[in-house]
């Protein structure tokens, strides 16, 4: 590894780190501009999938945002173009270094006909505050998000008509500098992709199974499992085939000689119990840095709030205290959360050579389906809320 | 995040798990072949750069080599092709969630004009591993190794006439899954590019000086510190900035409540000292999951295990180690190691706000001068090892 001459590079220009946020001329250059978007059009429109049995992730709308950075120039115009191959360098940051970050959210075509997004502005904000942590470039918040508007706007009639798909929504955003020094990126794109996503469950949240176990550790203090980069995620795909080869469906992050339950596969994890001062609570790990601050999480947990029916708490969460806790009969559910199945029960956790089976209402009448509801009637404007947003 | 939907793709296709191995017609895939190699020369050679004040890895030779995978059809053949961009699906998994991996190794011209490798295999053994982490397909190392010797000597004039310059050589080996599904890649692209480097210091190895804390944590155990994954290194650039921030040039990275000192920015990290048992002792801290294996870092301590000339450890050490050694002037030198310097000393620490200042003979008679020199004798042909291969 090129490690001191990165560092070379990195003391060889100290005036780089205000480059950021002034362009060449010297001016503030604090944002691209959705109004001088520059819209060209596909002139080979793609037929739409059949919904049912669709992969996810694995088609495509028409067109793509792409908006490219540089030190020297800063942000250039926004672009919506037909959606194509990126060119990049192969020296560039983010296939080295992983200089990369993404977001995930979806459109929702309600009974209305009307197209919304759930509380973007959430990801917008989690999208800037990754960047900071991947040393990419700042940007205004509601400028992307009126770019993304714009963008599913122009591909309208891909989101489904269906009150269970949507269009997801994969805000990404790279480090493009063409050279090997491990250093701030002096050039990035930033670009946004749209996939037509089948519900998850046809028939409503399956229950899953978890491998729990300390071999391979999700994210740690001082590091990235609180931002939406990539690195979080490819470091991830070994322990979840070795919980398949364990006959389980997903991981059970564990953190610490406590094994504190943190995440579940890539969601963030509910337990609703009575809990040992015989309170019936909510509880999900607190943000302390290696949860991701899942913007599902969060509206449950302020949904949960307003309801004034129980305890809602983030707080830690240990093995020994779901083993005791299990034993005492005193689990109700556990469920994980995420955008793409909202809630998704746990059923099964195998944990030192031993299966622990969680109660699990499989009828609807479940916290999970309760919160299911409730935030889907939202999503697809059933209900009305301010966690819309239209298009 | 789609969590569940990512986890749906992964256990829908369990069968996948053995595509690395087989190829659509059953037969074994095991790796690609070197006697294959398609070569198709540049028509457009590029003027080779002047060497002095050369940033690192920003000027690239006329060649590259690509090898392509798919879970369907195994490995295809090599090509080495004219230099250029790659194209890449904007979904890719090594855009979105860091499917990538990386090596660094250089090929230096002797004053007997030929060109050499040092130790490549240690290289391939690593990079092999780093897929295995990443669920990215094995290959031959000894096939790997064929194709980088053909690359370099097609290019073999971008090897720098000089003995201290050398010809970077940087294979990287990508997940391009078109989907946004978390799961082991069914297509990948492992690659090589070649760039010119001049020596790091004209005039030898120069000090530099660290800034040590707990803010930002380079790898855990669980983790994928031992392997080199991009993800590593995109997460360092932050605390590398905040290092310049408090005046220093590189991190000091700690690990654990007692401050375990564990590597150099992106190098591994030696202390010479007399020991608290009053031994003579290089140290520098064991492969327990967190530490790069570095070849240089190997090669130093087979090195010295030759000499026998001094105790040699790989052990943990710890600020406080450190610290109370200082204090009893028992520090002879420490410094990092890597391939871009082979050997980094330390001038300085800063820890927890007190500048610990350590001795650094800059007369060539330090131990890393030693250690520079007997490498580098070996890496230019001066002395004869069969460390060496030729190309």
């Known amino acids: 590894m090129a490690s001191a001459a990165a560092s ?53 709308t028409d067109h793509m945002l792409t908006i490219e ?51 973007p502005m959430l990801n917008m904000n989690r999208m800037l505050k990754s960047a900071k942590r991947a040393c990419l470039p700042s940007f205004n918040e509601a400028e992307l998000l009126e770019c993304i508007r714009k963008l599913v706007e122009v591909d309208q009639e891909w989101v489904p008509y269906s009150d269970n798909a949507s269009l997801y929504i994969r805000p990404t955003y790279l480090g493009t500098e063409a050279s090997l020094g491990v250093k701030r990126p002096s050039r990035a794109l930033l670009y946004v992709i749209l996939s037509p996503v089948a519900a998850y469950f046809s028939t409503g949240a399956k229950a899953v ?5 300390c071999k391979y550790i999700r994210a740690w203090k001082g590091g990235t499992g609180d931002c939406k980069m990539g690195g979080n995620y490819g470091a991830s795909i ?15 992050w564990l953190y610490g000689d406590d094994h504190q339950i943190t995440e579940v596969g890539t969601m963030n994890l509910f337990l609703y119990w009575t809990n040992e001062d015989g309170e019936e609570e909510l509880a999900t ?33 240990t093995m020994g205290d779901l083993q005791r806790a299990l034993k005492e009969n005193r689990v109700t559910e556990m469920f994980g959360s995420g955008t793409a199945c909202v809630v998704c029960p746990v059923s099964r956790i195998l ?41």
């Not at 672009?79 to 200089?99: D, E, K, Q, T, W």
């Not at 199974?209 to 176990?213: I, K, R, T, V, Y």
């Not at 322990?239 to 364990?246: K, R, S, T």
């Open 209 to 213: 199974s978890l491998w729990a176990d």
């Open 238 to 252: 070994c322990a979840q085939y070795e919980a398949l080869d364990y006959g389980c469906q997903q991981v059970l």
């Open 8 to 60: 070379a590079s990195v003391t060889g220009a100290p005036c780089q780190q205000n480059a950021h946020d002034v362009g060449s001329n010297g001016a503030a250059v604090h944002s691209f501009k959705a109004s001088n978007m520059v819209i060209e059009m596909s002139q080979t429109p793609k037929p739409k999938p059949e919904m049912t049995g669709l992969a996810f992730g694995t088609v495509f």
């Open 285 to 317: 790990p607190p943000l302390d840095g290696i949860i991701l601050p899942g913007i599902t999480r969060q509206s449950i947990l302020e949904l949960a709030l307003k309801w004034d029916r129980f305890k809602v708490s983030e707080r830690y969460l």
């Open 351 to 391: 944990y030192q050579g031993e299966a622990l089976e969680l109660p699990c209402a499989e009828d609807g009448s479940s916290l999970a389906s309760r919160i299911m509801k409730e935030l889907t009637d939202i999503q697809y404007g059933r209900t009305a809320s301010d966690w819309n947003f239209e298009v």
């Open 69 to 119: 950075w540089s030190s020297g120039e800063g942000w250039q115009k926004p672009h919506i173009r037909p959606f194509g191959n990126l060119s990049l360098h192969p020296a560039c940051s983010s296939l080295h270094y992983a200089v990369q970050l993404f977001e995930g959210m979806k459109a929702y075509r309600g009974q209305d006909n009307r197209v919304r997004l759930f509380r």
